[in-house]
Structure formats: C-alpha cells, structure tokens
C-alpha cells in the first residue's frame, strides 16, 4: 500500500516528565514523516507541558484535559482529534525504533483492521528482561484473541476507517481492559497482521503486573464479554469456553495467594471444561507443598506448565 497516508500517534500521559521526552524523540525521528502527534495530558502536576513545548515541531499537537478522566475516556479524547487514516498508540513511558510507522503501514491493505509487532521488555534502569516472539495472528483471530490476548498497546496500529465505520471507542469505565475490550472489538469486524521486528520498548514498572492488576485483570475480562456480546448482538453460547479458561485462570492465581477456598469456588463458575475443572480442583485440595514438590520434580523433567490463557 502506499506509505504517505496520514499518521495519528496518540500519546497519552499524566506526570510522566520522568520519560516522556524519550518517548518522544522516538515519535519524531520516525523515518515515516507523516505523522500528526496527538499529546493528551490527563491533568500532570509536573514538567510535563514545558517538554512538550520544548518541541519546534508543529506536528505535535497538545490538548490538557479539564478534568482528570480515566485511561480509556483520554484516549477517547485523542481518537476524537485524530485525523489520520492510522492511528499508532505510544505510552508515555514506551520507545518505538525507527522504522516503527514505516513497517507497520506496509502491511495494511484493504479488510486489515490492526497490526501490530514484537516487543522488548526494559526496567527502569534500561536492562532488557526479555524479548517477546508476540504469537502471530493474521487474517480473521477473533477466537484465537479471545483465549491468547497478548498484543501490546504501544506496539499496535490501527484503521481509523475501521473504527469509525463501527463506531469503536475505548470503555471509560475499565481500569485495566481497555485496550482488549477496543482491540477485541476490531479484531471482530476485521483481519490482523503482523511486523516480524522488535520495533516497540516496552517499560516494566514494579506494579506492571501485580496482584491487584491481574484480580482486575479477571474481573474485567468477563466485562469485556459482556461488552461484546451487547455490542455485536452476539450469542453468550460462544464464549463459554473463554469463560471457563478466565475462570481457571483466577482460580489457579488465587490457590498461589493461598485464597484456597476462594479457589475451588472459582471453578464452580466453569461449563464447558469439566476435564480442567476436575484436574484443578484436585490439585487445590493437594497440599500446597506436595504439589511445589511435583512441579519441581517436573520441571527437572523439562516439562513445562503453562497458563491456560
């Protein structure tokens, strides 16, 4: 496809001074040049409007909220001023590499709804922990989607055409689930792609996945279903078994907590996956201590026990 389309990056940010030029001079040494760069301040106390007016580029365009809205009413705000044919998404605290918007507006063609990258995962102090092969999904992944999310918001690009024809926006209400309530929802009513290069840095802060996180994470998930069933006038039928495998999934976080009767009690919740709900409840009736003990001895065997996601 031709690559001089307009780009809008979003860059939503909150006190975030600490990396936001980073961030920043990632965005506008894009070797992709058309781009409008969309800064919605979500009501900063600190530096950040002067980094931002630091900037002599006239691409970027800063907008400071008159209230402090929640994560997905910001990004509703941005994708309102967004005039571009794409929108790319950046955190504040993310790096892209150089190629980031050239590569990824390659890959859209006519049906395309999102594409997307792999990711570097970096602590505070720059010390890569881990590079992520993302699982590729291509063409109509709705399903897989449903039971694998993994995308990662700041590597994602989007069809401005796709989301307005839909009337697609990000829930307000979510605290953690606004990207896979939105990216879901396009996923649904298009196809995916995938860039095969590191292009985006993605900043591990020590609350990235914390305990809160992921009971919010579970929680908000079966929300998101909720969202899709009432938006599309879907059948409930169909994701049962996503359901089931959010269920386990919680269940098996809360045995680690030792929440052991919180637990079984989760599984109470699965239908269709009798074999899995049977499995687990056994192991949380196991002491915990036996069960560490056949997890190493497995481990040892090079077996590995994966998430059901």
């Known amino acids: 496809m031709q690559t ?30 058309n781009l409008e760069i969309i800064v919605v301040d979500n009501q900063s106390t600190d530096n950040t409007k002067h980094i931002i007016d630091s900037y002599k580029d006239k691409r970027i365009k800063y907008y400071f909220t008159k209230s402090h809205l929640s994560l ?19 955190d504040s605290d993310d790096i892209w590499e150089k190629n980031k918007i050239l590569n990824t507006v390659k890959k859209f063609k006519a049906g395309t709804g999102l594409v997307y990258s792999d990711v570097k995962y970096f602590n505070e102090t720059r010390s890569y922990l881990l590079y992520t092969h993302r699982k590729i999904y291509t063409g ?24 307005k024809k839909y009337k697609i926006k990000f829930d307000k209400d979510f605290k953690v689930c606004e990207d896979l309530d939105f990216f879901l929802k396009i996923a649904y009513v298009s196809e995916l792609d995938y860039v095969a290069e590191v292009d985006t840095n993605y900043r591990i802060h020590d609350n990235n996945l914390s305990a809160q996180y992921l009971d919010l994470f579970y ?48 599984l109470n919740n699965v239908k269709s996956l ?23 001895f497995f481990s040892k065997k090079n077996i590995e026990f994966n998430e059901v996601a």
């Open 219 to 266: 929680e908000e998930y079966i929300i998101t279903i909720n969202n899709l069933i009432e938006f599309f006038n879907l059948d409930k039928n169909q994701f049962n078994k996503p359901l089931d495998y959010n269920y386990i999934n919680k269940s098996k976080f809360l045995w680690k907590q030792r929440k052991i009767k919180e637990a079984f009690l989760e």
């Open 72 to 90: 997905g009413a910001a990004r509703n705000v941005a994708l309102e001023k967004s005039n571009g044919k794409f929108i790319a998404f950046i």
């Open 4 to 33: 001089k389309e307009l780009v809008s990056v979003i860059v939503n940010c909150r006190n975030s001074e600490k990396f936001l030029k980073e961030c920043i001079n990632s965005v506008v040494n894009q070797t992709f040049k």
């Open 140 to 163: 109509k992944c709705f399903k897989d989607l449903l039971c694998d999310y993994n995308l990662c918001m700041s590597s994602c690009v989007v069809s401005n055409t796709i989301i």
């Open 274 to 296: 009798f074999f899995h709900r049977l499995f687990y409840s056994l192991l949380i009736i196991i002491p915990f201590k036996l069960v560490k003990l056949i997890y190493q």
